[in-house]
């Protein structure tokens, strides 16, 4: 059983989509904080430890959105869609969800 590559390029479009605007919110997210005091001290610190979160959910953002662009670049590839080691066929849905992912289970 071979995977719908057609299908498969969509899904990673539309994911694509997704992540850049997650990652334009973060970056909006993300901005320096103003130094200045109008918002208080206490909310100034939850700003301040959002913005961590923020800024490792941007990194992640931009992590996953690079990975799916090089599983589009690989999808013409001889044996895309298939794990390396073993040559079996990996499933779409951990190719969407781990597109770096090259070994299956049980291989890693
Ligand atoms: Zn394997």
């Given at each position: 059983m071979s995977i719908d590559k057609e299908t498969l390029r969509e899904n990673i479009n539309l994911e694509l989509q997704k992540v850049r605007k997650d990652i334009t919110d973060l970056e909006e997210l993300t901005k320096p904080i103003s130094p200045e005091n109008s918002i208080g001290r206490i909310s100034r610190m939850d700003a301040i430890n959002n913005k961590s979160v923020n800024e490792a959910s941007l990194h992640q953002a931009r992590d996953k959105y690079n990975k799916l662009e090089e599983a589009l670049s690989r999808m013409?590839?001889?044996?895309?869609?298939?794990?390396?080691?073993?040559?079996e066929p990996i499933p779409e849905g951990r190719i969407m969800l781990m597109?770096?992912?090259?070994?299956?289970v049980r291989c890693a």
């Open positions: 013409d590839e001889a044996g895309f869609g298939l794990y390396v080691r073993c040559g597109p770096h992912s090259r070994k299956c």
